[in-house]
């Protein structure tokens, strides 16, 4: 669809594609990152075609270590585009673990995981502040960073994801900020 041209024929001035830090079984079902890493490269060569503004939006992740890592990778491979981060909005973690499987996001599942353990947290919601704060944190100390902001994947309801994002200060569209 992108090389149809049929994007910039409708004056469209931003594009965002498809990002997976964490790969994606559907086109690479071997579990490596080959045809994922190709789809980038051309991601990236279209980007200098195109009369649009492009974007990487990622899949939604439960944690920024590994999205810090592959936003890392994307520039030493010579990708510019910025990184739009997903993150799953306030949900129950039987919500997400269910959104995790259906969408294929296997490592981050593990975190998931991990707070099932603690019956405690079973019972409360998930609420992505670590995430944000740990990559804010990067963002401040990494300014030339490729990831620019954030995607609320409003999985527990628009409603409940609005209201997590306005008392963190914002409704605006999520820049990072330390």
Do not use: Y
Not at 140 to 149: F, M, Q, V, Y
């Amino acid at each position: 669809l992108l090389e149809s041209g049929a994007f910039d024929r409708a004056g469209f001035k931003h594009l965002h594609v498809a990002g997976h830090p964490e790969g994606n079984r559907d086109i690479d079902p071997d579990g490596g990152t080959g045809n994922v890493d190709a789809a980038m490269r051309w991601k990236s060569a279209f980007n200098e075609r195109t009369d649009a503004e492009m974007a990487l939006v990622t899949q939604f992740a439960f944690e920024a270590g590994p999205i810090i890592e592959w936003a890392n990778g994307l520039r030493d491979a010579g990708i510019g585009l910025p990184v739009h981060v997903g993150i799953a909005g306030p949900a129950r973690l039987q919500t997400l673990i269910k959104f995790a499987i259906a969408c294929g996001v296997g490592p981050s599942l593990k975190v998931l995981q991990r707070r099932a353990i603690d019956v405690g947290k079973l019972l409360l919601p998930f609420e992505p502040d670590e995430v944000v704060r740990v990559l804010a944190r990067h963002k401040a100390n990494t300014p030339d960073s490729a990831i620019t902001c954030l995607h609320l994947f409003p999985l527990g309801g628009i409603t409940t994801a609005a209201a997590w994002a306005r008392t963190r200060g914002t409704t605006e569209p999520a820049v990072l900020t330390a």
